[in-house]
C-alpha cells in the first residue's frame, strides 16, 4: 500500500508543479507536505499528507490529510459544477446552509470532509468520497447528523448493518427537491425494499395479500401500505426489523378489532401464552383465505393435534361451530351465538 501511496504521490508531485501548486518535501525526512500558491505564486506549506486511503492513520474519518482545511462549498462547485444544481434544492442543502453550524456540518464539506487537501492533491483519498469496501464509516458520516433517527448502536444492531447496507443504497444525498420520492430516496419506498427481498416481493403478488402496491399502473386503486408500517428500517431490533418486538401489538394496530376484550380469548391470542400473529397468519402474502399459512383445518391441527380424528364438513369456523376463532363472549370452545 505504501509503494502505490509513494507512486501515487510522485504522479501527483508532477501534476501539481505543472498546474501551479507542489508537494514538498520536509527537511527532517518526514511525511510530504501539500503546498498551494497564493498570488504571489509563493509555495505555502499545507499540511502533510498520510496517503490515498482514509484508513491509513486512526481518527482520520474525515479526511486522510492532518487538518485539512475548509474551502466552503462555493469552491466544491468550481469543479463539480454538474452536481450544484440539483443539490441546491435538495433538504440537505438546505439543512447545511447555516452559517451558525460548526463548519464540519456546513455545505459539502458536512458530507465529505474539509476540501482544502483534495483541492490541492485532487486526491479521492483526501475527503470522503463515499466508495469504500467498508460501509461502517462511510455510515457514521451519516448518522452525524441522523442520529435522531437511529444511533450508532441501534443500526448497528440492525440486520441492515449486518449485511453491509449503506445509507446511500437506499437514499441519494444530492437528489433535488422536486424528485418523485421523499426523504431523498432513490425509488418509491417499497420498490427499494424489494429489489433485495425479492422473495418478500412475490409475495405481494399471491391471492391473497397485504396491500402493498408494487406496480401503481396495474393498482390505481389500492390502498396503500408500506413495508415502513411494519418494519423500522433503521433501527429495528430482531432479523426481521419489526416497528414492535410485540408481533400482536404490531398487527392490533390495524386490526384492532381482534383484541376484544373477550370473556373467552383464544389462548393463542393471549400475551404470554401463545405464539403470535404469525402462528396462523402469514404476513405478506398467502394463496389461502385470511392469509393463513395453510388451508382450512390444517390451520387448527397445528395445535389441536388431540383434533387429528375430528372431520368437519368444511373448516373448524365455518361449519357452524369455532366462529368465533380470536375470542368469544359465550363460549370457552369459541362457539358462535
Same mark, same amino acid.
Given at each position: 500500500?505504501?509503494?502505490?501511496?509513494?507512486?501515487?504521490?510522485?504522479?501527483?508531485?508532477?501534476?501539481?508543479?505543472?498546474a501551479g501548486c507542489g508537494?514538498?518535501?520536509?527537511?527532517? *525526512?518526514? /511525511?510530504?507536505?501539500?503546498?498551494?500558491?497564493?498570488?504571489?505564486?509563493?509555495? =505555502?506549506?499545507?499540511?502533510?499528507?498520510?496517503?490515498?486511503?482514509?484508513?491509513?492513520?486512526?481518527?482520520?474519518?474525515?479526511?486522510? &490529510?492532518?487538518?485539512?482545511?475548509?474551502? +466552503?462549498?462555493?469552491?466544491?462547485?468550481?469543479?463539480?459544477?454538474?452536481?450544484?444544481? +440539483?443539490?441546491?434544492? %435538495?433538504?440537505?442543502?438546505?439543512?447545511?446552509?447555516?452559517?451558525?453550524?460548526?463548519?464540519?456540518?456546513? @455545505?459539502?464539506?458536512?458530507?465529505?470532509?474539509?476540501?482544502?487537501?483534495?483541492?490541492?492533491?485532487?486526491?479521492?483519498?483526501?475527503?470522503?468520497?463515499?466508495?469504500?469496501?467498508?460501509? %461502517?464509516?462511510?455510515?457514521?458520516?451519516?448518522?452525524?447528523?441522523?442520529?435522531?433517527?437511529?444511533?450508532?448502536?441501534?443500526?448497528?444492531?440492525?440486520?441492515?448493518?449486518?449485511?453491509? =447496507?449503506?445509507?446511500?443504497?437506499?437514499?441519494?444525498?444530492?437528489?433535488?427537491?422536486?424528485?418523485?420520492?421523499?426523504?431523498?430516496?432513490?425509488?418509491?419506498?417499497?420498490?427499494?425494499?424489494?429489489?433485495?427481498?425479492?422473495?418478500?416481493?412475490?409475495?405481494?403478488?399471491?391471492?391473497?395479500?397485504?396491500?402493498? &402496491?408494487?406496480n401503481v399502473e396495474n393498482?390505481?386503486?389500492?390502498?396503500?401500505?408500506?413495508? %415502513?408500517?411494519?418494519?423500522?428500517?433503521?433501527? $429495528?431490533?430482531?432479523?426481521?426489523?419489526?416497528?414492535?418486538?410485540?408481533?400482536?401489538?404490531?398487527?392490533?394496530?390495524?386490526?384492532?378489532?381482534?383484541? #376484544?376484550?373477550?370473556?373467552?380469548?383464544?389462548? /393463542?391470542?393471549?400475551?404470554?401464552? $401463545? #405464539?403470535?400473529?404469525?402462528?396462523?397468519?402469514?404476513?405478506?402474502?398467502?394463496?389461502?383465505?385470511?392469509?393463513? &399459512?395453510?388451508?382450512?383445518?390444517?390451520?387448527?391441527?397445528?395445535?389441536?393435534?388431540?383434533?387429528?380424528?375430528?372431520?368437519?364438513?368444511? %373448516?373448524?369456523?365455518?361449519? *357452524?361451530?369455532?366462529?368465533?376463532?380470536? @375470542?368469544?363472549?359465550?363460549?370457552?370452545?369459541?362457539? $358462535?351465538?
Amino acid at each position: 500500500m505504501r509503494f502505490v501511496a509513494q507512486f501515487l504521490l510522485v504522479i501527483t508531485t508532477g501534476w501539481l508543479i505543472y498546474a501551479g501548486c507542489g508537494v514538498l518535501c520536509r527537511a527532517d *525526512g518526514g /511525511a510530504p507536505v501539500a503546498a498551494v500558491t497564493d498570488k504571489s505564486h509563493e509555495l =505555502i506549506p499545507l499540511l502533510p499528507w498520510h496517503g490515498e486511503s482514509p484508513y491509513w492513520q486512526s481518527g482520520q474519518e474525515f479526511s486522510a &490529510v492532518v487538518d485539512s482545511p475548509f474551502t +466552503g462549498s462555493s469552491y466544491c462547485v468550481e469543479c463539480h459544477a454538474s452536481l450544484a444544481p +440539483g443539490f441546491l434544492k %435538495t433538504a440537505h442543502a438546505r439543512s447545511l446552509n447555516d452559517v451558525k453550524m460548526p463548519l464540519d456540518r456546513q @455545505g459539502c464539506e458536512g458530507c465529505h470532509g474539509a476540501g482544502g487537501a483534495h483541492a490541492a492533491l485532487l486526491s479521492r483519498g483526501a475527503v470522503f468520497a463515499f466508495d469504500w469496501k467498508d460501509p %461502517t464509516k462511510h455510515n457514521l458520516i451519516c448518522l452525524r447528523c441522523h442520529e435522531w433517527l437511529t444511533t450508532q448502536a441501534e443500526w448497528e444492531h440492525t440486520s441492515h448493518a449486518r449485511g453491509g =447496507i449503506r445509507c446511500t443504497d437506499c437514499h441519494d444525498p444530492h437528489v433535488p427537491a422536486d424528485h418523485d420520492q421523499r426523504f431523498l430516496l432513490r425509488e418509491r419506498p417499497d420498490t427499494l425494499c424489494v429489489n433485495c427481498h425479492q422473495d418478500i416481493g412475490h409475495d405481494f403478488f399471491r391471492m391473497r395479500r397485504h396491500p402493498i &402496491v408494487l406496480n401503481v399502473e396495474n393498482s390505481p386503486s389500492a390502498r396503500a401500505m408500506h413495508c %415502513t408500517d411494519c418494519h423500522d428500517v433503521h433501527r $429495528g431490533g430482531d432479523f426481521r426489523m419489526l416497528a414492535d418486538d410485540n408481533v400482536r401489538d404490531l398487527c392490533l394496530k390495524c386490526h384492532i378489532e381482534k383484541d #376484544g376484550p373477550f370473556r373467552f380469548p383464544h389462548l /393463542a391470542m393471549a400475551e404470554g401464552v $401463545g #405464539g403470535s400473529c404469525l402462528d396462523c397468519h402469514l404476513p405478506h402474502g398467502s394463496d389461502n383465505p385470511w392469509l393463513l &399459512v395453510a388451508d382450512g383445518r390444517q390451520v387448527c391441527l397445528q395445535c389441536h393435534t388431540d383434533q387429528i380424528d375430528h372431520q368437519p364438513a368444511l %373448516t373448524c369456523w365455518t361449519a *357452524g361451530c369455532h366462529e368465533q376463532v380470536h @375470542g368469544s363472549n359465550e363460549s370457552v370452545l369459541l362457539m $358462535g351465538e
